[in-house]
């Protein structure tokens, strides 16, 4: 296990190269939420993301003969670019094996900082057995995303910048994949603030830390498909199940749904862009799983903020959908000249926006002399909605 003095030496070798990320007060969520919430911003990293602190402290205790023969690691994205960076700021060669599911927007991260990407598996775990075979036959060396006391010890440092950014608070919520930063967080907070809870938050689908502190050693969970893809770690490290264990106060999950929410919220309330693992901590206050916020001073460390602008702008869709904001309307008309500008029309003095338009007379729903109008809307709301949608039967239409 690390100690709070390994994370103090390991911040002191990274400082010059990495400067404190803000802690900063989320203004619209405290008000929301009834508690002074601040964000510790790993998501403004060099890199995007907390992994770098890892990286570079790792890549800084490389004997010379070791930076010659070069470092590999695996990863989904995140610490590929961490190592990636720290890699080429210090000359050492690098290869990065990463899942083939990587998002795009991690694969082109990774390989702007100069590493050679090795493409395999479509999961960490499969990325990792691939780099463990290279690694051998090359003689590099191989840094852990998580499971490294070096590497646990530099991301631990964040914990350090909240402790002289903040002071006093009272509960900090941290994403927990392998461990690695939960455990060095958690490590500095309880020794320095005893009276400080220290909660890590998972992807419901991938529970693995959840399911090995229930167990009592590292336990595997069945591999799955989650948006927070930077903590979908299916195996804790020998590492960092004893740090976990021994400091933080418990674990909680949260599903899919509050995942995009979280990104959501953080991207129109607070202007951050956070992925999916960076989100959870606030996707855990959201859903009431840490209890009740109010009254409290609360740091949600948003992890990383390396989304895929796809991925992104579906979830900013779905959840214009489920808030009403955006609406799909299919709406059966007389096949005659004057019907869509009356639909129009009516939409209009309801105050809504007519984003998409498009007509069609072949749908089995609709009879020979009518067709059927696919509209998507721009509105205030559910409500906004509804009021519409009865505006539009008043009007004598058929909807849906």
């Keep these: 296990m690390i100690s709070l003095d390994d994370i103090i030496k390991a911040r002191r070798r990274i400082r010059d190269s990495l400067p404190p990320t803000p802690c900063a007060r989320a203004?619209?969520?405290?008000?929301?939420?009834?508690?002074?919430?601040?964000?510790?911003?790993?998501?403004?990293?060099?890199?995007?993301?907390?992994?770098?602190?890892?990286?570079?402290?790792?890549?800084?205790?490389?004997?010379?003969?070791?930076?010659?023969?070069?470092?590999?690691?695996?990863s989904a994205g995140n610490h590929a670019q961490g190592v990636a960076w720290a890699a080429q700021k210090f000359g050492v060669p690098a290869t990065i094996v990463m899942p083939e599911t990587a998002p795009l927007a991690k694969i082109r991260g990774t390989a702007?900082?100069?590493?050679?990407?090795?493409?395999?598996?479509?999961?960490?775990?499969?990325?990792?057995?691939?780099?463990?075979?290279?690694?051998?036959d090359s003689g590099a060396?191989?840094?852990?995303?998580?499971?490294?006391?070096?590497?646990?010890?530099?991301q631990g440092s964040a914990g350090l910048e909240i402790i002289e950014q903040l002071g006093d608070f009272d509960l900090v919520l941290v994403p927990v994949g392998g461990g690695g930063l939960a455990g060095g967080i958690a490590t500095v907070i309880k020794q320095t603030r005893p009276g400080v809870q220290v909660i890590g938050v998972q992807s419901a689908r991938v529970p693995s830390m959840q399911a090995s502190l229930a167990a009592g050693a590292p336990t595997p969970v069945p591999p799955a498909a989650t948006?927070?893809?930077?903590?979908?770690?299916?195996?804790?490290?020998?590492?960092?199940?004893p740090q976990a264990a021994a400091w933080l106060d418990g674990i909680v999950t949260v599903d899919e749904e509050s995942i995009a929410r979280a990104i959501l919220t953080l991207l129109e309330q607070e202007k951050l862009l956070a992925e999916g693992a960076g989100a959870v901590g606030i996707a855990a206050l959201l859903d009431g799983v840490v209890g009740d916020p109010a009254g409290k001073r609360i740091v949600a460390v948003v992890s990383g903020g390396n989304i895929d602008p796809i991925e992104l702008a579906k979830i900013v869709e779905r959840g214009l959908e489920r808030d009403g904001r955006l609406a799909h309307l299919r709406v059966v008309v007389a096949d005659r000249p004057g019907s869509i500008a009356e639909v129009a029309g009516l939409v209009a003095r309801e105050r809504a926006n007519i984003l998409q338009i498009s007509q069609r007379r072949d749908a089995a729903e609709v009879g020979l002399r009518e067709a059927e109008l696919d509209l998507t809307l721009e509105t205030r709301g559910l409500d906004h909605v509804t009021g519409i949608v009865q505006a539009l039967r008043d009007g004598g239409f058929r909807v849906r």
Excluded: W
């Excluded at 900082?113 to 463990?132: Q, S």
């Excluded at 852990?144 to 530099?154: C, E, L, S, T």
């Design 141 to 154: 060396t191989f840094i852990h995303a998580f499971d490294d006391p070096a590497v646990m010890a530099g």
């Design 27 to 74: 203004a619209q969520l405290s008000r929301q939420l009834g508690c002074e919430l601040f964000i510790k911003c790993e998501n403004l990293q060099m890199t995007g993301s907390f992994k770098v602190r890892g990286a570079l402290a790792r890549i800084l205790q490389l004997t010379e003969a070791e930076r010659a023969a070069g470092v590999i690691a695996a």
């Design 227 to 241: 948006l927070a893809d930077g903590i979908a770690v299916a195996r804790v490290g020998m590492h960092t199940y």
């Design 112 to 136: 702007a900082f100069g590493a050679d990407i090795v493409l395999a598996g479509t999961g960490y775990d499969a990325a990792y057995a691939r780099a463990v075979e290279l690694q051998r």
